[in-house]
Structures are given as C-alpha cells and as structure tokens.
C-alpha cells in the first residue's frame, strides 16, 4: 500500500526527528496525554468516501500524530491507498499544533484555498473535533472522519494507550491519591472495591487491576488512608453533560 520514494523518504526521517524530540520531551516532561484515535476500516473509509472522487486529507501533529493516524506518514499512506482505489487525492493540509486549533487551522486553510475549492470531500484523520472544526469552518465541503475517537489517555510507549480520564468535570484526584476511579474502575465506582476485587484485580478480566487496590495502596504510601473510608459526597454529573463552552477570562495572573 505504502510506495516510499525519496521524498516521502525524507519527510519520514523529518518525522521521525520530530517525533523523537516529541516524544523525548514528554517523557522527560512526565506528558503524553492525548486523546486516543484508531482508524477506521478501509472498508468504513471508501464506503464514507463513495461519490466522492477529489479528496484532500488533514492531519496534525498533535494527538493525530502521536496516535499514529494523521502524521505526515499516515497522510502519505492514505494518499496512496485511495489512489489505488480510483480516487484523486489533491493533497493534505497538515496542522502544527492540533485541528482543535481553529487559529492555526484556519492559517493552513488559506494557504491551501486554491487546493481545497477543487475538492469534493475532506477526510479527517485527527479526532472528532477537528472533523467538526472543518464542517464549521468549510461548510460547502463535506468533512468526513478517518477515525474513531476512543478516550482521553496516556501513551507509555509508541503504539501503548491506556485510558486515564473520562472528562468527569469535578475532579476527585486529590481524594484517589492521584488514580481515577471513575476511568479506571470498571464499574466506574466512586466507593469500591466491589465485591468483584481478588488479588489486586478486577473480575473484569484477568489483566485488568483493580482501580481500587491501587487506590488504596497508594494512600496507604501518602499516608491518607483515611480517605478511604471517607463516604464519598454526592458527585455532580451535570458537570458531565454537554454540550458545554467554556470561556476563560483574560488575567495577569493565574488567582485574581
Ligand atoms: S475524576 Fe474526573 S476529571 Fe479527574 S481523572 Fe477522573 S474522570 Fe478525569
Ligand atoms: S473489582 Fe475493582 S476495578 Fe473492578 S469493578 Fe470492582 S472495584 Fe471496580
């Protein structure tokens, strides 16, 4: 499927720089939290893509990238698998940064405008978001996703993700010794463990720990076993449901 020539040789070992240098400061700077994609089937793609024959693919270098769905060489790959399924791809738009940020997207639209007009459709391979975006920001194009946006989490090593948040609104980390219940419980309990708890893990399944053995061990180690036995207040999930906006106000300094 993928036909590497020099040039898309070149722009993979750029990649991979960049990617090092990226992955590098994450690690060093304890990062790496994304939100986790997948690619859709070919089958899902050509059959979303069907009436469609100039095609022009976005990508970022932000969680698409680290996911390894919309770097440059996810891109190239694409290019190719739908040239050899009879569609004419124009080219991409790739985001520094991410397709959340209508700024910088907006940047790279109008230096490809020439490009996009010509197109029929865009495939998205970056998450929900920056299909949205682009549905928002190009609406006489049809924007069309390349994934499936799974869940908020950590990249341990290339091609590892293990969901870590559910974007619950009212953080309890504090309260979990830095471990979310909500995320990482299976049954998503705010006063476990269940009854489902044996040897450190969960009766999910067998690879799966128990979210609240870990709890406690770990404030058992901080020393604030007392927290456990606290009976949790009511959580407000309101805080939960959508859609939300929120707008941050300009200030000098972080408490005003
Ligand atoms: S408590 Fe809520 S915000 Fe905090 S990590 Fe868990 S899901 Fe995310
Ligand atoms: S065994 Fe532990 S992680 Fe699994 S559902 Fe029960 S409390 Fe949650």
């Given at each position: 499927m993928a036909r590497l020539n020099v040039s898309t040789s070149f722009v993979l070992c750029i990649q991979g720089h960049l990617f090092s240098i990226r992955l590098f400061m994450e690690i060093i700077l304890g990062l790496g939290r994304m939100i986790v994609m997948e690619l859709k089937s070919k089958e899902d793609i050509l059959e979303m893509l069907e009436g469609y024959e100039k095609i022009v693919l976005f990508g970022d270098s932000g969680c698409a990238q680290m996911c390894d769905v919309g770097g440059i060489l996810q891109l190239e790959d694409m290019t190719d698998f739908l040239a050899d399924h009879g569609k004419d791809v124009l080219g991409y738009v790739f985001v520094e940064g991410g397709l959340c940020d209508e700024f910088a997207t907006k940047q790279e639209l109008e230096k490809h405008k020439n490009m996009l007009e010509e197109a029929d459709a865009f495939l998205v391979q970056a998450c929900g978001v920056a299909t949205q975006n682009l549905t928002e920001m190009v609406p006489e194009k049809i924007s069309l996703p390349a994934v499936d946006s799974d869940f908020l989490g950590t990249m341990p090593e290339r091609f590892h993700h293990d969901e870590r948040c559910s974007m619950c609104g009212e953080c309890v980390l504090d309260l979990t010794?830095?471990?979310?219940?909500?995320?990482?419980?299976?049954?998503?309990?705010?006063?476990?463990?269940?009854?489902?708890?044996?040897?450190?893990?969960?009766?999910?399944?067998?690879?799966?720990?128990?979210?609240?053995?870990?709890?406690?061990?770990?404030?058992?180690?901080?020393?604030?076993?007392?927290?456990?036995?606290?009976?949790?207040?009511?959580?407000?999930?309101?805080?939960k449901h959508g859609p939300k906006t929120i707008v941050h106000e300009a200030k000098d300094a972080l408490f005003q």
């Open positions: 010794g830095g471990i979310c219940p909500i995320t990482r419980c299976a049954k998503g309990l705010l006063n476990g463990p269940c009854g489902g708890s044996m040897d450190g893990m969960c009766e999910r399944d067998e690879d799966t720990e128990c979210a609240w053995q870990l709890i406690y061990d770990r404030l058992r180690e901080i020393d604030k076993l007392d927290n456990i036995k606290r009976i949790w207040e009511m959580k407000d999930w309101s805080k």
